[in-house]
């Protein structure tokens, strides 16, 4: 046995050492500075790839680990694997060590002549029983190099993120998704020459959903910029003659069913190029800035219709696809969505309130399987939108939709719709901000900061807030402001009214401790984090952030540990 542990503490011993090479390897690419203008991408796809080796290495190398190959000789054998998969990574640098160009051939710092590219990589070889021979961090540091064959290079990453999926595929697949979300807050930014190579360096190792961040992320900040730009003009060109708005639609393009305009409704049904369609209405409390705004308004609608119509599938948000938008008056707006696919034509969508409301026997409450799936589906699109960088600003049950399953008239909880999109807006500071209107019933899935009469600007950790709710009342399914009597075994609540502290004061003191009993531990502390207002305190620590990605990522970061990942792996 003492042999065995001695043979297992000698792997682990190796595959640290050569994973350290591996890592070491990469920062001599991505020491590279003065990479030309093409070459970009490149970069950005090594910064991808080390980033996903870390991150698994965090995972997977902790000393936690490292004594479980104590343990056995199937963890034994795991590792033998991560040394083969390593030793593979650490062969691919150095069949491509003729991509070193000469040193400062175009960046005009002294070279190494006196040291072939086979020469650099062969300093960097690995020794068992001793460190390599020369720090290749240090040497990156004081010697710059360009890129040679671009080909080479191309196939040299591929490489890596082809042994990179390998290591994840060691690894769960809550833990492989986990990882992916972390990937995309790392990456996500508002520097639009950034988001290119990244959409540039994505498409050549088929990260699709980097792709689709990096596309949708460039329109919100290019359609911000022209907004911002659109804002500081005279405003005499009225919003409907506006030119450039692309999905604009106009009535008469639509076959309705029933009243075309907003009353006492919300959303119209009518098929556009026969596919059924759902017109969401919108206004907000106060038009003013639209009256005076039309161009910048008229701009916001397009920037947000762009971004609707973008491909997001990969990126796990429930929205429904916008084919265009269309104009009740100057200040209302609608938004027409595609229904999903294979719904029948014309079938209107139930909402997450109307379910809540109508509770009456035990047999309308869903399985706790489908109210878990319901709970990931929505915590994941909320999370994905606010990564994108733009805030929703109005998650309520009302806006939470839901159709049935194909050939069924069985509702699929598993793919909520989130719409309601029409007062949201890019995550910018300065940026200007609606607000929805005032309504008793729906001011309870509001933070208290954002209420009627409140002049506090919208945080990210308000929309979490608001989801919090949402995933309580999933929890107990039942309205969290319900005033009513109804049979069954869950607890009532107490009444509602219009104290902007209601949620502190009576369900985070009470109801939400039942949900331990209805969901689990773990689902219960997720709700409980997003109802805390701890996330708030991110955004009052501005000074401790270099830049608004920054804390961003920060928030993000907190937001998949305390309730995304946590979410994920409630089950029934």
Avoid at 440 to 446: G, K, S, T, W
Wanted: proline fraction near 5%; glycine fraction near 6%.
């Amino acid at each position: 046995m003492a042999d065995g542990v001695s043979l297992g503490l000698g792997v682990v011993s190796v595959v640290l050492q050569t994973y350290h090479a591996v890592t070491s390897a990469y920062d001599v690419y991505l020491a590279v500075k003065d990479f030309p203008t093409t070459y970009r991408e490149l970069r950005t796809a090594f910064m991808v790839e080390r980033y996903r080796l870390e991150s698994w290495g965090e995972k997977m190398l902790s000393d936690v680990q490292q004594k479980r190959v104590e343990q056995g000789q199937d963890n034994l054998a795991l590792w033998k694997l991560f040394q083969a998969v390593f030793d593979a990574m650490w062969n691919a640098f150095q069949e491509s060590s003729k991509t070193l160009e000469d040193f400062g051939h175009i960046a005009g710092v002294p070279g190494s002549s006196d040291m072939s590219d086979l020469q650099l990589l062969e300093s960097m070889q690995l020794s068992v029983n001793s460190p390599p021979k020369r720090s290749v961090l240090g040497l990156a540091k004081t010697i710059k190099f360009v890129v040679r064959d671009k080909k080479r290079m191309q196939h040299l990453v591929k490489d890596l993120c082809y042994w990179n999926d390998s290591l994840n595929g060691m690894i769960s697949g809550l833990e492989q998704a986990s990882a992916r979300r972390r990937l995309r807050v790392h990456f996500s930014t508002g520097d639009i020459d950034q988001l290119q190579h990244l959409r540039a360096a994505a498409a050549l190792l088929q990260h699709r959903d980097l792709e689709e961040l990096a596309s949708a992320r460039t329109v919100i900040e290019k359609g911000y910029w022209k907004e911002e730009s659109l804002a500081s003009q005279p405003q005499a060109t009225p919003a409907a003659t506006t030119p450039g708005a692309d999905f604009r639609l106009e009535m008469s393009q639509l076959d309705w069913q029933g009243l075309p305009f907003m009353t006492d409704q919300t959303r119209a049904t009518a098929t556009y190029k026969g596919e059924s369609i759902i017109v969401d209405w919108r206004l907000c409390r106060d038009d003013t800035w639209r009256r005076q705004n039309p161009k910048a308004f008229r701009q916001r609608t397009e920037n947000l219709t762009k971004v609707l119509n973008s491909d997001l599938k990969t990126l796990n948000v429930g929205v429904l696809h916008c084919v265009g938008y269309l104009d009740q008056s100057s200040t209302v707006t609608g938004y027409a969505f595609k229904a999903p696919p294979d719904t029948i034509p014309g079938q209107k969508p139930t909402s997450l309130h109307q379910l809540l409301t109508n509770v009456f026997k035990s047999s309308d409450v869903p399985d706790l399987g489908d109210r878990f799936e319901l709970a990931k589906a929505l915590v994941s699109t909320v999370f994905e939108i606010l990564n994108l960088g733009w805030l929703h600003k109005n998650i309520q049950p009302k806006n939470v939709l839901f159709w049935p399953k194909p050939g069924t008239n069985e509702l699929d909880y598993g793919r909520p719709y989130l719409v309601g999109f029409d007062i949201s807006r890019p995550n910018q500071p300065g940026e200007m901000s609606e607000k929805p209107l005032a309504d008793p019933v729906d001011d309870i899935y509001r933070h208290p900061l954002y209420r009627a009469h409140t002049s506090h600007a919208f945080l990210p950790s308000f929309d979490m807030y608001s989801l919090g709710i949402i995933l309580f009342e999933i929890g107990m399914w039942r309205n969290a402001g319900h005033q009513g009597q109804r049979r069954g075994s869950r607890p009532n609540l107490e009444t509602h009214d219009s104290d902007p502290h209601y949620i502190e004061k009576v369900v985070m003191t009470g109801p939400v401790m039942d949900l331990k009993r209805h969901m689990g531990a773990k689902y219960r502390d997720a709700v409980t984090a997003c109802l805390s207002k701890q996330f708030d305190s991110i955004w009052d620590r501005e000074r401790e952030f270099d830049s608004p990605e920054a804390r961003l990522q920060c928030f993000q970061t907190e937001v998949q540990t305390r309730v995304m990942d946590v979410i994920a792996m409630c089950s029934a």
